[in-house]
Structure formats: C-alpha cells, structure tokens
C-alpha cells in the first residue's frame, strides 16, 4: 500500500475497524474511506455495488462482521450466518468486480474444529466437527476464507484471509447478554465494586482456556500482512499464549480492584475447551504481538471507565 491509496476498511466503527483505522492513520495512510451504517448498507447488494463503482477502492480490509460472545451465537444463530455471508458476499464480489488490488478477509478462531490439536495450526481447518454454540458464524467465517481462495484461484484476485484469536481492546462491545467475555467481565467486576456487591456471577465452570490479543496488535499486524504476506492460505493472528477463564477473572478482579467473591454459574455454556493459536507461520512472515495481557486489560479498563465516566 503507498501512503495516499484508497484504502476502505469496511466496518470502521466496530471493534477491529475502529483500530485498523487507527493503526493506518498512525502508520501515515492519508486516504481511507468510512461509511457509517446510514451511509452504506453493507447488507444490500445493490447499495454496496454501487459504492464500489462509485469509490473505486484499491485496498479493502473487511472488518465488517455480525459478532458476539457465547450466548448471542447461542441464541441468534440465524443472525450471525445470514448477516456475515451476505455482507462478506458482498464486499468481496463487488472488490473483485471493481479490480481492488487488495483485499483482507478476517475470520476467526472458531472456525476450527471444536477438538482440534493444540496449538491450533492453519491446516487443521474442516478436519473435524465444530463447536456447536458457534457453528453458525464459522461455517459463515469459513465460506468467507473460501470465497477469497475461490475468486483468487478463478480470478486472479490478491485476496488474503487472516485468522483473528480472541480480541479485546477500545470500542468493544460491553453489553452483558451479547458482549465476549473480556469486555463483559470489567463491566461487571466495575459495577461490583462501586455497588460494594460481595459475590460476582461468572458464566461456566471457568476451566476453558481463552488466548486474548489486543486489537490494537491484530490491526498492526493487517497492516503488516496486508504489506507483506500474498496468498490464499490462511494466516493465524495471535499470541501463542493461554489462559484459564478462571485466570482471566482473577486477572481483571484485581485491575479493578474488587475485593468480593466469584461465584461460577454453570448453567450457562463453556463453549469451546480450548482454542489456541499455532502462530509460528505469523512469526516467520516477521510479525509478533507487543501488548501483554495485564498491560492491555489496564488499558481498556482505563478507556471502559473514560467512556463511563463521560456518559
Ligand atoms: O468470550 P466468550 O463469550 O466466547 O466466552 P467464546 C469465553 C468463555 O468465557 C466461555 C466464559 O467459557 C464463557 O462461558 N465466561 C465467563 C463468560 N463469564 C462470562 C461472561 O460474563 N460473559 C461471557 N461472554 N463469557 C466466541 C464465539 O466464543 O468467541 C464467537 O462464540 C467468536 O463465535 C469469539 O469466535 C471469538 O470464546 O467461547
């Protein structure tokens, strides 16, 4: 990418679009283009068409995804598939329609076999039944990986796919019902100790293991794959590290400063035992995470207390 290409990051409100941003602008890039949902309805064909032939993009990151934590794939299923396989559907083919250079597709972990052998290696994708509670958004993620290795075999189209761990960082979703477990775990741990509430409830047994990057690490590292990393295999995005859900809790218990209790509920899902990143192929191409887990969840808990504070 030069410093003045029309670079559109699809989804630049959220969570990963919000630090891709960020990361380019920091980075120099003088000319991305953003479209709010009222501008661009990425669900519609048409609309999306459109602001292709209309913008004439040259590099596209497609940051741009229906996403939530356990239960809300759980609970909305046919919301996360339809939503994500009609607006990838749609930013790909009108990228390859209107001769984009580039193009990132972000994927996710989950599309991993739920038992796959850990660490997780990019060539274990479709080797083995998924875990249910997300079936659906990964088998939407997984089309998505597809369709780019499609249009670049038929095509000749330059479209990469990246495999995001589990992200956390500013602009996440805090929501308790439909946020990830990060970002929902400083809420609540926050509203416990300003309320002096003596117990928090916990969902699960707290024994299945989360690898987190910070999101501002997985848009430096797009930045860098985007630069430097051409072809249709897929690329896992993390830090090769671990935790205990249980770990986790007590980690942001204490950012916090709560002194009260965990209760673990276990009526509510586990999800996946374990989905660790093999990321030795991200290594080689020369990209390795910075943010440590306790620095990044003291950074967010310091921006989730600007944004309360504020309100
Ligand atoms: O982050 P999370 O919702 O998603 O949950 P997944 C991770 C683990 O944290 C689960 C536990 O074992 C939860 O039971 N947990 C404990 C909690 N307390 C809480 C809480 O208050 N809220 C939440 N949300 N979890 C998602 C997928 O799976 O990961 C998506 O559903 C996506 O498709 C995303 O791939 C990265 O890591 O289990």
Request: charged letters at 25%; proline letters at 5%.
């Amino acid at each position: 990418m030069e410093k003045d290409s029309k670079i559109y990051v699809a989804g630049h409100r959220g969570l990963v679009g919000s630090a891709i941003v960020r990361a380019l602008e920091n980075a120099g890039y003088t000319n991305t283009i953003k479209k709010t949902r009222d501008e661009l309805d990425l669900l519609n064909q048409e609309a999306v068409s459109e602001f292709f032939v209309t913008e004439k993009p040259e590099y596209v990151f497609d940051a741009a995804a229906k996403v939530g934590g356990i239960l809300a794939n759980k609970d909305h299923p046919a919301d996360f598939i339809y939503q994500n396989l009609v607006i990838q559907n749609n930013i790909i083919d009108s990228s390859y329609k209107n001769g984009v250079t580039k193009l990132c597709f972000l994927g996710s972990s989950c599309i991993y076999p739920k038992l796959a052998p850990q660490p997780i290696k990019e060539e274990y994708l479709l080797t083995g039944p998924l875990e249910p509670s997300n079936d659906a958004y990964a088998i939407a993620k997984i089309a998505g990986i597809m369709m780019c290795q499609s249009y670049n075999k038929q095509y000749g189209t330059n479209f990469i796919s990246l495999m995001p761990t589990n992200l956390y960082g500013p602009n996440d979703n805090f929501d308790l019902e439909s946020s990830h477990v990060l970002p929902a775990l400083i809420r609540k741990f926050h509203e416990a100790k300003k309320t002096n509430s003596p117990t928090v409830s916990m969902w699960g047994t707290g024994s299945p293991m989360r690898e987190f990057l910070h999101v501002y690490d997985l848009a430096d590292a797009a930045v860098h794959l985007m630069n430097n990393y051409d072809g249709s295999e897929i690329v896992n995005v993390g830090t090769g590290e671990d935790v205990t859900i249980k770990e986790l809790a007590e980690l942001i218990r204490d950012t916090v400063g709560y002194k009260g209790e965990l209760v673990w509920d276990t009526d509510k899902p586990d999800g996946t035992p374990r989905k660790l990143l093999d990321v030795s192929k991200l290594h080689s191409l020369g990209w390795k995470h910075k943010i440590a887990l306790p620095e990044g969840v003291k950074e967010t808990y310091n921006w989730y207390l600007k944004q309360v504070n504020v309100k």
